[in-house]
């Protein structure tokens, strides 16, 4: 039977995915914690064995007998299932369906987004109650289309150039939970790679076309990017628009530098090595397919990229 939230004894029906192996195994200890403060809805939970066991699990479930499904984990296993959500026959019902997050992953955003727009501060507990409590809320997706014909939707960013390879290299210091973004960061701006590409975006004003050397380049759906990362603070998540930001090559290690310690704060943008725009429609064309895509913090293979902003196409829960 279809949940009907008007029965005065009714219980909310949560489909829970706790990811064991993220952060340093965090999840499990979160869950643990809170686990009681949803004891008022019905839950059904899986614990993910392997890396798209969530796909295939969201790709088969009966999405009308769930108000929202709840990831305990990082942002990857949200872009599984969004991506499961999306890809579905029924696509456009199922990305009806609210997804929301419960911190335990090394890379939060999503919390930190839903939190933020509920004016609560960024805990599992506050997570929880907005699992509970929470109301549809829209999220733009941005459709990403590659060369190759594989469609990818991606909910919070993609980075490639600096960011991309510090996102993904750095997966071989899991071990050290958060903290591996700075040591291999540190590492990565030393050993600085320079990548040439043509970047060309669709505003009002109609389009344009950039193309160089770029040692830094990052396009945002959403306002933070990573837990305490406000990349781009003119972001909004129900806009239509991404936020592209980029450093060109001539800025060098000491431009980049000023960037990276001012992404936590978000004061980066009034730097004027910084390229800050919005577009509702981009390509990215990577000389050679050299560096490293990181898209929502999940590697994908460097290709020309066709992107397009859905406005409002994924739902999401807050208070
Ligand atoms: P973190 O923020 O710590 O990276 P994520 O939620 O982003 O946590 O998960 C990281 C990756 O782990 C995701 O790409 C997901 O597909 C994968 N994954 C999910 N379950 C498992 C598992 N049981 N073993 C290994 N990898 C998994
Ligand atoms: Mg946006």
Redesign the pocket.
């Known amino acids: 039977t279809m949940p009907n939230p008007d029965d005065p004894i009714y219980r909310r029906k949560l489909k829970i995915l706790i ?5 340093r195994g965090t999840a499990s200890r979160v869950w643990r914690r809170v686990e009681y403060m949803l004891a008022a809805c019905e839950l059904d939970v899986l ?8 796909t295939e699990a969201v790709k088969q479930m009966q999405i009308s007998d769930y108000d929202a499904i709840i ?1 305990v ?8 299932v969004i991506n499961a959500l999306c890809s579905r026959d029924d696509g456009d019902q199922a990305r009806m369906c609210p997804v929301s997050m419960i911190p ?5 955003a999503l919390a930190q987004i839903l939190c933020d727009k509920s004016g609560e501060e960024v805990t599992a507990e506050n997570c929880c109650f907005i699992a509970a409590k929470g109301n549809m809320h829209p999220l733009d997706i941005s459709l990403m289309r590659t060369e190759s014909g594989k469609l990818i939707y991606s909910f919070l960013s993609l980075a490639w150039a600096y960011i991309g390879d510090v996102d993904i290299e750095s997966e071989v210091c ?1 071990c050290c939970g958060p903290f591996r973004f700075d040591l291999y960061g540190f590492w990565r701006l030393l050993a600085l790679r320079r990548f040439n590409a043509t970047v060309t975006w669709e505003d009002e004003e109609g389009e344009h076309d950039e193309t160089g050397q770029f040692i830094y380049f990052v396009v945002c759906n959403t306002p933070f990017i990573g837990t305490g990362l406000n990349f781009a603070p003119k972001a909004s998540i129900e806009d239509g628009m991404n936020d592209i930001l980029f450093v060109r090559g001539n800025a060098g290690r000491r431009g980049l530098l000023q960037v990276l310690l001012r992404e936590d704060s978000g004061r980066h943008v009034d730097l004027p090595q910084l390229n800050y725009l919005k577009a509702s429609k981009w390509t990215l064309t990577p000389e050679n397919n050299r560096g490293i895509y990181s898209i929502d ?2 590697f994908y293979p460097t290709e020309k990229l066709t992107v397009e902003v859905l406005n409002n196409y994924a739902t999401v829960l807050v208070l």
């Open positions: 990811n064991p192996h993220s952060g614990r993910t064995q392997y890396r798209n066991h969530a990831v984990s990082g942002d990857g296993l949200i872009h599984e335990g992953g090394s890379s939060n899991r913090g999940e």
